[in-house]
Protein backbone atom coordinates (compact mmCIF):
# COMPACT_ATOMS: atom_id res chain seq x y z
CA UNK A 1 0.00 0.00 0.00
CA UNK A 2 2.69 2.88 0.72
CA UNK A 3 4.75 1.44 -2.53
CA UNK A 4 1.35 2.10 -4.34
CA UNK A 5 0.87 5.94 -2.59
CA UNK A 6 4.14 6.86 -3.79
CA UNK A 7 4.23 5.86 -7.02
CA UNK A 8 0.70 8.00 -7.23
CA UNK A 9 2.76 11.13 -5.43
CA UNK A 10 5.37 10.79 -7.93
CA UNK A 11 3.31 10.39 -10.64
CA UNK A 12 0.97 13.64 -9.96
CA UNK A 13 4.52 15.56 -8.69
CA UNK A 14 2.86 15.83 -5.14
CA UNK A 15 6.09 13.90 -3.74
CA UNK A 16 8.77 15.96 -4.13
CA UNK A 17 9.65 18.96 -6.17
CA UNK A 18 8.98 19.36 -9.90
CA UNK A 19 12.19 18.69 -12.19
CA UNK A 20 12.43 20.29 -15.85
CA UNK A 21 13.11 17.39 -18.58
CA UNK A 22 17.08 18.06 -18.86
CA UNK A 23 17.22 21.05 -21.97
CA UNK A 24 19.46 19.94 -24.87
CA UNK A 25 22.99 21.98 -25.03
CA UNK A 26 25.29 20.48 -27.47
CA UNK A 27 27.02 21.42 -30.55
CA UNK A 28 24.08 21.73 -32.71
CA UNK A 29 21.84 23.59 -30.37
CA UNK A 30 21.04 25.86 -29.76
CA UNK A 31 22.08 26.42 -33.33
CA UNK A 32 25.50 28.86 -32.93
CA UNK A 33 24.71 30.92 -35.80
CA UNK A 34 21.59 32.44 -34.17
CA UNK A 35 23.69 32.15 -30.84
CA UNK A 36 26.55 34.40 -32.09
CA UNK A 37 23.51 36.89 -33.33
CA UNK A 38 21.85 37.09 -30.01
CA UNK A 39 25.14 37.46 -27.61
CA UNK A 40 25.99 41.16 -28.75
CA UNK A 41 21.89 42.06 -28.58
CA UNK A 42 21.80 40.17 -25.07
CA UNK A 43 24.65 42.09 -23.46
CA UNK A 44 22.74 45.31 -24.47
CA UNK A 45 19.39 44.36 -22.94
CA UNK A 46 21.25 43.28 -19.85
CA UNK A 47 23.13 46.40 -19.26
CA UNK A 48 19.68 48.59 -19.72
CA UNK A 49 17.69 46.23 -17.92
CA UNK A 50 20.63 45.40 -15.40
CA UNK A 51 19.60 41.02 -15.13
CA UNK A 52 22.09 39.09 -14.33
CA UNK A 53 23.88 36.25 -16.41
CA UNK A 54 22.84 33.94 -14.23
CA UNK A 55 19.61 34.64 -13.90
CA UNK A 56 19.27 34.79 -17.86
CA UNK A 57 21.14 31.53 -17.24
CA UNK A 58 19.25 29.67 -14.26
CA UNK A 59 15.58 30.42 -16.25
CA UNK A 60 17.24 29.32 -19.83
CA UNK A 61 18.29 25.75 -18.13
CA UNK A 62 16.98 25.67 -14.79
CA UNK A 63 13.41 26.62 -13.87
CA UNK A 64 11.09 29.98 -13.95
CA UNK A 65 11.87 32.76 -12.23
CA UNK A 66 8.67 34.22 -11.06
CA UNK A 67 9.80 37.86 -9.86
CA UNK A 68 12.45 39.38 -11.19
CA UNK A 69 11.44 42.18 -13.27
CA UNK A 70 14.72 42.71 -14.84
CA UNK A 71 14.28 38.97 -16.10
CA UNK A 72 10.87 40.23 -17.40
CA UNK A 73 12.39 43.90 -19.34
CA UNK A 74 15.44 41.78 -20.23
CA UNK A 75 12.97 39.40 -22.14
CA UNK A 76 11.07 42.28 -23.90
CA UNK A 77 13.98 44.53 -24.50
CA UNK A 78 15.35 41.23 -26.83
CA UNK A 79 11.71 41.07 -28.42
CA UNK A 80 11.93 44.95 -29.51
CA UNK A 81 15.90 44.95 -30.12
CA UNK A 82 14.97 42.29 -33.11
CA UNK A 83 11.87 43.90 -34.17
CA UNK A 84 9.69 40.72 -33.09
CA UNK A 85 6.47 42.68 -31.33
CA UNK A 86 5.11 45.84 -31.57
CA UNK A 87 4.84 48.84 -29.23
CA UNK A 88 2.32 47.32 -27.36
CA UNK A 89 3.77 43.61 -26.95
CA UNK A 90 2.24 41.58 -29.54
CA UNK A 91 4.58 39.04 -30.95
CA UNK A 92 4.91 38.71 -34.84
CA UNK A 93 5.58 34.94 -35.23
CA UNK A 94 6.65 35.60 -39.24
CA UNK A 95 9.05 37.98 -37.59
CA UNK A 96 10.56 35.30 -34.71
CA UNK A 97 10.59 32.34 -37.33
CA UNK A 98 12.94 35.01 -38.98
CA UNK A 99 15.66 34.23 -36.51
CA UNK A 100 15.11 30.30 -36.54
CA UNK A 101 17.09 28.15 -38.83
CA UNK A 102 15.04 26.01 -41.41
CA UNK A 103 16.05 22.82 -39.31
CA UNK A 104 14.74 24.04 -35.99
CA UNK A 105 11.23 25.69 -37.47
CA UNK A 106 9.11 22.67 -36.55
CA UNK A 107 10.60 23.27 -33.04
CA UNK A 108 9.58 26.56 -32.84
CA UNK A 109 6.09 27.03 -33.93
CA UNK A 110 5.18 23.23 -31.64
CA UNK A 111 6.37 25.57 -28.81
CA UNK A 112 4.65 28.23 -30.24
CA UNK A 113 1.08 26.86 -30.83
CA UNK A 114 -0.09 26.64 -27.19
CA UNK A 115 1.53 30.53 -26.80
CA UNK A 116 -0.71 32.45 -28.74
CA UNK A 117 -2.63 34.73 -26.20
CA UNK A 118 -0.49 36.58 -24.03
CA UNK A 119 -1.44 38.25 -20.53
CA UNK A 120 0.31 40.98 -18.73
CA UNK A 121 -0.22 44.30 -17.71
CA UNK A 122 2.62 45.89 -19.97
CA UNK A 123 5.08 45.00 -22.24
CA UNK A 124 7.61 43.16 -19.81
CA UNK A 125 4.80 41.51 -18.75
CA UNK A 126 3.80 40.16 -21.86
CA UNK A 127 7.35 39.05 -23.09
CA UNK A 128 7.87 36.80 -19.93
CA UNK A 129 4.69 35.21 -20.25
CA UNK A 130 5.31 34.29 -23.96
CA UNK A 131 9.05 33.03 -22.19
CA UNK A 132 7.09 30.94 -19.71
CA UNK A 133 4.60 29.63 -22.44
CA UNK A 134 7.53 28.57 -24.70
CA UNK A 135 9.45 26.77 -21.60
CA UNK A 136 6.54 25.06 -20.18
CA UNK A 137 5.93 23.78 -23.82
CA UNK A 138 9.34 22.59 -24.66
CA UNK A 139 11.61 22.75 -21.80
CA UNK A 140 14.02 20.52 -23.82
CA UNK A 141 14.35 22.79 -26.91
CA UNK A 142 13.47 26.59 -24.78
CA UNK A 143 16.44 28.57 -24.73
CA UNK A 144 17.51 32.28 -23.65
CA UNK A 145 20.06 34.14 -24.70
Known amino acids: MVQLLLVLLSLFGLGSAAQ ?5 RDAEYPPPKTLAFLKP ?3 ICA ?8 TIK ?5 DII ?9 MDCMFRI ?3 TDDRGELHMG ?4 YVPPEFEDVALRMGVKCTKPK ?26
Do not use: I, M, Q
Open 20 to 24: WPTPR
Open 41 to 43: LGE
Open 47 to 54: KETGVSAG
Open 58 to 62: RFSDV
Open 66 to 74: EDDRALKCY
Open 82 to 84: TNV
Open 95 to 98: KLLD
Open 120 to 145: GKDVCERAFWFHKCWKKSDPVYYYLV
